[in-house]
């Protein structure tokens, strides 16, 4: 057997153990955070143990203003997403970051180095806003098949991740059919 066979026979094994999830949220936390098993392991506590994750994480939730009384299903979103912030494969900058802030952000995203990427403050128009240095990176990534996408948490930050283009449309249903929205960062 080639080298090339054997590598090829690896990856699709590989590719044929990857965990898919019934739940839409477990399923989205996966693909975002490139299987990473610490973060599904806390994700599906979030989403079986809601309230008691609450607790846990009041301070978290009463930093971005939510309580107890939230949606469940919410309280959710916002738990996992803060997970994936806390293990930097999600970035959340404010509306009115520099150039500079929103550069340093992604290029620390481990999606960066996942997926092979580069960033050149020069991409960018200072000027612009934090979509169109978004647009940037789909451009200047076009080839590599790799986007920024984001959460909608209904605040006026954006809340980025770096993916494979082709994870996009598949993040997008799940988000929907969970009752929340991702789309690419230059959407947002």
Not at 40 to 58: G, K, P, R, V
Not at 108 to 127: H, P, Q, T, V, Y
Not at 164 to 179: C, H, N, P, Y
């Amino acid at each position: 057997m080639s080298l090339f066979h054997k590598f090829q026979k690896g990856k699709n094994q590989k590719m044929q153990t990857a965990k898919h999830f019934d739940h839409e949220l477990l399923e989205i936390v996966r693909i975002v955070s490139f299987d990473d098993e610490e973060i599904l392991e806390s994700a599906q506590n979030c989403i079986n143990h809601t309230m008691e994750y609450y607790q846990d994480h009041t301070m978290d939730y009463e930093e971005r203003g939510l309580s107890s009384e939230e949606e469940k299903t919410f309280l959710q979103w916002i738990g996992c997403i803060d997970l994936l912030i806390g293990k930097n494969y999600v970035c959340e900058c404010d509306w009115k970051e520099t150039m500079d802030e929103f550069v340093s952000q992604v290029t620390a995203l481990r999606g960066m180095k996942l997926l092979s990427l580069k960033i050149n403050s020069k991409w960018f128009d200072e000027e612009e806003d934090i979509p169109k240095w978004c647009e940037a990176l789909d451009e200047k990534w076009k080839k590599s098949k790799s986007a920024a996408a984001a959460f909608d948490i209904d605040s006026d930050s954006y809340v980025i991740f770096l993916c494979k283009k082709a994870d996009i449309e598949t993040l997008s249903v799940l988000a929907e059919k969970f009752g929340y929205r991702i789309d690419y960062a230059k959407n947002m």
